[in-house]
Structure formats: structure tokens, C-alpha cells
């Protein structure tokens, strides 16, 4: 067929004969629209040269229909729409996405792939949560949100940056409360004057007058007088559960003889030792 076309030309004088022709598409190679002859024009191929098309067989515009409408060689490599925003069914930041043409029809691409979460803000692993691989209650570099660190001296206890150095004078989570007078140092070491460890806790005073039926106090030396913060309590550095056996919360901390863990071993009420925060009873 080929054969016989070449020798039409040759018979006719068109200048496309001198041109060869493509083996692929059984087209003539052309540099310009006068090589293809009346009625022909040379389209540009992106792999490079040119071939001959009828006039009116390419046009410039192409579309996405699996069709190669401009004739230079691809298909659907560009369309009106190509690289318009639009919504994938993707979540978080694989939602967004870029019009594409796929096997000739329109698609939408995602323009991320899903990622390992990071703390900012966004799904970043497409998976409909945002910053769950981050526990804001006790992260110290998150606590409470993203990049909120807690200073030296405090933890992230609850989402807050709580004082816990409660021993050094310094108001290290800035809350204008320094070492006991902190609610977040409850229990925790405070400056010992003398051995075994005092901890922070807050007591009912009694007015000065050591122990007492109803009013609780921390024992030796006393609470301080009454009308303290917090409802009449005082925020103070206390010693060690003093009695296991006088049903006083004698340091303060909330909790009363065997149910302290100071008294453990210690001797109780009923005359025997504290063991698992309870007083057992005689034999």
C-alpha cells in the first residue's frame, strides 16, 4: 500500500515524495507544510520531526478522550481542565487534589500522599484524626497543644504544665505560686529540715493548738492559724505521717494513719502495723 502511494507521488510531482516515509503510521516525514503537498500540513511531533495530516485532521486544542486531537504524537496530554483544584474522596491532607485525565476521562488526583503525623494541626496521615499520635496531657514538648514544652522543674500533668521541683524556691510553671503554695506540688518533696522527707500538702489549722478531735492540723510544728487559702486551708511543707493511730491527717496530704503510706509498718489504732494502707485487726 505504501509502495503504491509513493509511486502515486512520484507519478503526481508532489513534493512529498522526496520525503521519507514514517514506518509507524505510514505517514510522511515533513519539515514544513510543503513537503506534505496540496491539501496536507506538517504537524510537529513531540518526539521530534514532523508529520503529514489532512488539513482539518488535527486541531490544536486537545481534549480528554483517549484521543491525540493535535496530532503530535500523545493522548490527553493536555486538556482545559488539567490541573484545576478540585476534592478527592480522601481525607485530611490527601483531600485536596488536581484535575487529571485517566484512560480519557477526568479524574481527580490527590496532590499528598499520606505522611507520618506531625504535630501541627492537620491530618497528616489521612486517616480522618488530627495530632492523635501526641498525648496533650502529658507530653512535655506538647503539653496541651502542639510545641507548648514544660520548663525544667514542672511536668505536663492533665494538659498544664504543673510545678514539680518543689524544693528550690523558684515558681517554675509561672503561676505565681511558688513550691507548696503550688496545688501541683501536693504531695511532692518540699525543703526538709530535718529527716525523713516533709512533702507539700494543706491542712485544716486549728488555731494553734496542736491535734484535736475536729480540727486537723500537720501536727509538730502546727499548720499556721485559721483562715488560710482554699476555703480556710493551708498550703504549707509538712513532716511525715507523726501518728498512725490518732485518725489525724497529721501531714496534710489527704490522707489519714494507714491510709498514708508513711504509716506502712507503723503501729495502729488497733494496736497492730499498717499493711496495704489499712489497719488490720488484732490476731
Do not use: Y
Amino acid at each position: 500500500m505504501l509502495r503504491a502511494l509513493v509511486l502515486l507521488c512520484v507519478a503526481l510531482g508532489l513534493a512529498a515524495c522526496r520525503s521519507s516515509v514514517n514506518p509507524d503510521q505510514g505517514r510522511f516525514s515533513c519539515a514544513e507544510d510543503k513537503d506534505c503537498g496540496t491539501g496536507w500540513e506538517c504537524r510537529p511531533q513531540f518526539s521530534g520531526g514532523g508529520l503529514c495530516f489532512r488539513e482539518g485532521e488535527c486541531v490544536d486544542l486537545e481534549t480528554c478522550n483517549g484521543s491525540d486531537e493535535n496530532c503530535d504524537g500523545r493522548t490527553d496530554e493536555a486538556f482545559p481542565e488539567q490541573g484545576n483544584a478540585c476534592l478527592t474522596n480522601e481525607l485530611g491532607e490527601c483531600a485536596a487534589g488536581t484535575v487529571t485525565c485517566v484512560v480519557g476521562a477526568l479524574s481527580c488526583a490527590s496532590a499528598k500522599d499520606p505522611s507520618a503525623e506531625l504535630c501541627n494541626g492537620l491530618d497528616d496521615d489521612c486517616d480522618g484524626m488530627t495530632d492523635e499520635t501526641f498525648d496533650f496531657t502529658s507530653d512535655e514538648i506538647h503539653c496541651g497543644g502542639c510545641f507548648r514544652p514544660c520548663d525544667a522543674g514542672t511536668a505536663c500533668l492533665a494538659g498544664a504544665c504543673d510545678e514539680t521541683a518543689c524544693d528550690d524556691g523558684q515558681d517554675n510553671d509561672l503561676d505565681a505560686l511558688t513550691d507548696c503554695e503550688d496545688e501541683g506540688c501536693f504531695n511532692q518533696p518540699c525543703p526538709t529540715p530535718m529527716p525523713p522527707t516533709w512533702r507539700c500538702g494543706a491542712v485544716v489549722p486549728d488555731g494553734g493548738v496542736d491535734g484535736g478531735v475536729l480540727d486537723t492540723d500537720a501536727g509538730l510544728p502546727d499548720g499556721g492559724a485559721d483562715g488560710g487559702v482554699d476555703g480556710g486551708l493551708v498550703r504549707g511543707c509538712f513532716p511525715p505521717e507523726s501518728d498512725c493511730a490518732n485518725l489525724f491527717d497529721d501531714d496534710g496530704d489527704g490522707l489519714t494513719d494507714c491510709a498514708d503510706l508513711d504509716c506502712d509498718g507503723r503501729t495502729c489504732f488497733s494496736g497492730t502495723q499498717c499493711a496495704a494502707r489499712a489497719c488490720p485487726g488484732p490476731g
